[in-house]
C-alpha cells in the first residue's frame, strides 16, 4: 500500500512531494531583519532532508511588528536576502513558504528604541509585563496596507506561498479574542466585529498576491485561554476565511504563550492537539495541516491515514533531525533521532536572545560550522561511559574515521537520560537513550556493556585516546540520619530499586527533587488506558474519574532550603512542572534546611524555628557529583584523555551530549 505521508498535495496550484511540513519558529538567527549565512546553512540543511514545504519565519511587516532577530518583509532593500532564502529552500528541493506576522502586544519595548506595543486595546500582558497602547482606526488601516505589501514581497522574492499567523497571542487573533480586544468601535464588540480586522488582513494579502497564489492561514484550534476564543468559536472563523475566499490551507495551531496549558513540553503526548485539526478538516473544504508535537513519522502517518489532517507540522522534530522525511521514506526509521520536547535549545535559547540549539542534535544552530570532518589519521578511540556524552562522542568520533571502542559498566545504554524519562510526561528522554544506543549498535562500535573500566583494563586496550564519559553518582548529603534504612537516594526511586512509602519527604528541591515529588504523586492514579476504558463504559461520573487522575495513593512533601524549587530547570519547562506539583497535591516547603533525619520523619529549621515533618520515608534529592577517579590514574600512565559530561562538570543533558560532540570533533 502506498504510504499515506509520501503521497502528494496541491495548495492551489502548488503541488508539495510529501505531506510533512517545517512551520514557522523563531531562530534568531537575523542581524537587523537582514536574512543570514547561519539561516541559510539551517535551512539548507532542512531542505536537502527531505520535507515537501519549509514555511520559514515569522516576518515582520512594519517597524513594530517584530524585532530585528526577526526576518524582515518590511520593506524593500530586504528583498535580496529573502529572494536567497527562497532560492536557498528551493535548491534543497522543497517547496518555499514565508509567514507573516505582527506580535502586538506580545512585542517588547525594548526591542523598538523603547516604544509602547501596539495591540487592540491597552490590557497588560502577562508574558511581557507591559502594557500596549490601543490603536486608533487609521492605525489599523496602516497595519492592513503593511501586510499587504509585506505579501507582495514574499512573492517577489520567489516563495511559492504566503502563511499569515492569525494564533498564538499575536496582534491579529488579539483582535479576535474578547480578552484583548475591548473596543467598541467597528473593531470590537461582537464576533463579526472582532473578525473584521483579520478579514481585512487577509482580503489585503489576496488582492497583493492574487487569486492563484497559496495564501496560508496559521490559526487557532483552541486559544486555551480563559475568556478567549475555544474550539468552536475558532472553528467557525477558520470557515468564514475559506468561504472569503482568503485561505487555501489551514494550519492549526494551539494555545497562546500565556496559555496555562503546555503545548510543546514532553508532557504532552505525541499528536495530542490533532484533534482540533479533524474537527476543521471536516467542514473546511481546503486542505488542513495540524501541528505540535509530532515528531515521529510513524504518528504523523497515522493521523494522515485516519483523516485527521492532511499535512503535518514537524518543526521542532527537523530541527532534531532534519533527514528525518529521508529517512522515513526510506524505510530508515530506526535511524532517527526524536524531538524530546525538552526545549532547552530551540526555546529557552530565545529568553536568552540566542540562537536556536538542539540537546538531541549538536549540529543545528551550528551549520555553518565545521562538522565531523574525516581524520587525517585513524585512531583507536576509547569511550568510557555510555550516557548521552559518551554515546555522543562515540558516534562523532566514528563519523570521522577513528575506530571507536564504548565501554559501560551497566547493562544498557543511555546513563541518565533513562532516570530522567521516568517521571511522568518525561519518557521522551527515555526515547532520546535509546535513539542514540541504536545509532552506536547501528555503526561499527564494539560496544561491551556490564563491564567497568579499569586504569589496568584500559591500558591493556592500548586505545590512542581516551574519553571519560563516566558520569555522576548522587551526593550523599552530611545529614544525621542519611543512612538510616528508611531513607533512599532519588536515583533509586527513579530506577525502580526503591519502593518508599506512603508518607514520603524528598530532600532537594532542584530538577532531581521536583521529578521524584512529581513521580511518587502520581503514583495510584488511572493511566491514560485506565481513564478511556472508564469513560467509554460509563462507569463513573468525568469529575470523579478527573479527581482519580490527579490524586494519587502517596502523600508527598519536597523540602528545599532555598526560597525556590527548580531552579535548574529550564523556563520552557519549569512552569508547567510546578503546576504539577500543585495539580497533584505535592506540598512545597521552601526556606526550610533539613537538619536531621530521624525514625518518624525530618527535623527541620525555618524562619518560624525548627519542627518534625513527618515522613514515613525520605528520600534524598541533593544534587550530582562527577565521577572522574580513572582520569588521574590514566595520565599518570601516560594515556591521553578528556572527560565529558557530568564526569568534567555537573550539567544538564544538553551540555552533556554537545560535550561529547565537541571531544569528538577533536581526538
Not at 564 to 576: T, Y
Not at 621 to 646: F, I, M, S, W, Y
Amino acid at each position: 500500500m502506498r504510504d499515506p505521508l509520501f503521497q502528494p498535495i496541491r495548495i492551489k496550484g502548488l503541488e508539495l512531494k510529501n505531506r510533512i511540513a517545517v512551520p514557522a519558529m523563531h531562530l534568531n538567527m537575523a542581524e537587523d531583519f537582514q536574512v543570514t549565512e547561519a539561516m541559510l546553512a539551517f535551512y539548507r540543511e532542512r531542505a536537502a532532508g527531505g520535507a515537501g514545504m519549509i514555511c520559514a519565519g515569522f516576518a515582520t511587516v512594519d517597524e513594530m511588528s517584530g524585532s530585528s532577530l526577526n526576518i524582515g518583509a518590511h520593506r524593500d532593500d530586504l528583498l535580496p536576502g529573502l529572494s536567497r532564502l527562497a532560492e536557498t529552500i528551493a535548491r534543497g528541493g522543497a517547496a518555499s513558504g514565508l509567514q507573516l506576522n505582527h506580535a502586538g502586544r506580545y512585542n517588547f519595548s525594548f526591542f523598538m528604541d523603547g516604544k509602547q506595543p501596539v495591540a487592540p486595546s491597552a490590557l497588560a500582558s502577562r508574558l511581557t509585563k507591559e502594557t500596549p497602547r490601543a490603536l486608533e482606526k487609521d492605525e489599523i488601516a496602516g497595519i492592513v496596507e503593511s501586510f499587504g505589501q509585506a505579501a507582495s514581497r514574499v512573492k517577489r522574492a520567489g516563495f511559492d506561498a504566503v502563511e499569515i499567523l492569525c494564533g498564538t497571542g499575536y496582534l491579529i487573533s488579539e483582535f479576535l479574542s474578547p480578552l484583548t480586544n475591548q473596543r467598541t468601535d467597528e473593531y470590537g464588540g461582537s464576533p463579526e466585529n472582532r473578525l473584521r480586522f483579520p478579514l481585512e488582513v487577509l482580503q489585503a494579502v489576496r488582492a497583493s498576491v492574487g487569486r492563484d497564489y497559496p495564501v496560508m492561514v496559521r490559526l487557532n484550534g483552541n486559544d486555551l485561554m480563559q475568556g478567549g476564543m475555544g474550539r468552536e468559536a475558532l472553528q467557525k472563523v477558520g470557515r468564514i476565511l475559506v468561504e472569503a475566499g482568503t485561505a487555501d490551507l489551514l494550519h492549526v495551531n494551539v494555545g497562546w504563550h500565556e496559555a496555562p496549558v503546555p503545548q510543546i513540553t514532553p508532557a504532552v503526548p505525541r499528536g495530542g492537539f490533532a484533534y482540533l485539526a479533524r474537527e476543521l478538516r471536516e467542514h473546511a473544504g481546503v486542505p488542513v495541516m495540524a501541528s505540535h508535537r509530532i515528531n515521529d513519522p510513524n504518528k504523523a502517518r497515522e493521523l494522515i491515514a485516519d483523516g485527521l489532517c492532511d499535512l503535518v507540522a514537524m518543526g521542532r522534530g527537523l530541527i532534531a533531525d532534519p533527514k528525518l522525511p529521508e529517512k522515513a521514506g526510506q524505510g530508515r526509521e530506526g535511524e532517527i533521532v526524536h524531538c524530546i520536547g525538552c526545549g532547552q535549545g530551540c526555546f529557552d535559547n530565545l529568553f536568552q536572545l540566542k540562537s536556536v540549539e538542539c540537546l538531541a542534535n549538536p549540529r543545528a544552530g551550528h551549520e555553518l560550522e565545521a562538522g565531523p570532518e574525516p581524520a587525517g589519521e585513524g585512531k583507536t578511540v576509547l569511550v568510557v561511559g555510555g550516557g548521552p556524552a559518551g554515546l555522543t562522542a562515540a558516534l562523532t568520533a566514528h563519523e570521522r574515521g577513528h575506530r571507536v571502542l564504548l565501554w559501560e559498566s551497566g547493562e544498557r545504554l543511555g546513563g541518565q537520560l533513562h532516570l530522567a524519562g521516568a517521571p511522568p510526561g518525561r519518557g521522551e528522554f527515555a526515547v532520546l537513550a535509546e535513539d542514540l544506543a541504536r545509532q552506536v549498535r547501528l555503526r561499527d562500535i564494539e560496544v561491551r556493556t556490564g563491564h567497568p573500566a579499569t586504569a589496568e583494563a584500559v591500558v591493556q586496550a592500548a586505545p590512542d585516546e581516551v574519553i571519560l564519559a563516566t558520569g555522576g553518582a548522587p551526593i550523599q548529603p552530611s545529614i544525621p540520619g542519611a543512612e538510616a534504612e528508611h531513607v533512599c537516594q532519588a536515583w533509586d526511586v527513579l530506577s525502580g530499586s526503591c519502593w518508599p512509602g506512603q508518607q514520603v519527604a524528598v530532600i532537594g528541591g532542584g530538577a532531581v527533587g521536583v521529578e521524584t515529588a512529581l513521580f511518587l504523586a502520581e503514583r495510584g492514579t488511572l493511566t491514560g488506558e485506565e481513564l478511556k476504558f472508564l469513560l467509554n463504559h460509563g462507569v463513573e461520573p468525568c469529575e470523579y474519574l478527573r479527581s482519580l487522575c490527579l490524586k494519587g495513593t502517596k502523600e508527598v512533601m519536597l523540602i528545599e532550603m532555598l526560597e525556590k524549587v527548580g531552579r535548574d530547570i529550564g523556563k520552557s519547562s519549569k512552569w508547567g512542572m510546578l503546576q504539577d506539583l500543585q495539580r497533584f497535591g505535592v506540598s512545597v516547603r521552601t526556606g526550610t534546611k533539613a537538619l536531621e533525619i530521624t525514625s518518624s520523619g525530618v527535623r527541620v529549621e525555618t524562619e518560624a524555628g525548627q519542627e518534625e515533618i513527618a515522613a514515613e520515608t525520605v528520600v534524598l534529592a541533593a544534587g550530582t557529583k562527577p565521577v572522574n577517579h580513572l582520569r588521574e590514574e590514566l595520565r599518570a600512565q601516560g594515556l591521553p584523555c578528556r572527560t565529558v559530561g557530568d564526569a568534567a562538570a555537573v550539567g544538564t543533558a544538553f551540555q552533556a551530549i554537545h560535550a561529547g560532540y565537541r571531544a569528538g570533533l577533536e581526538v
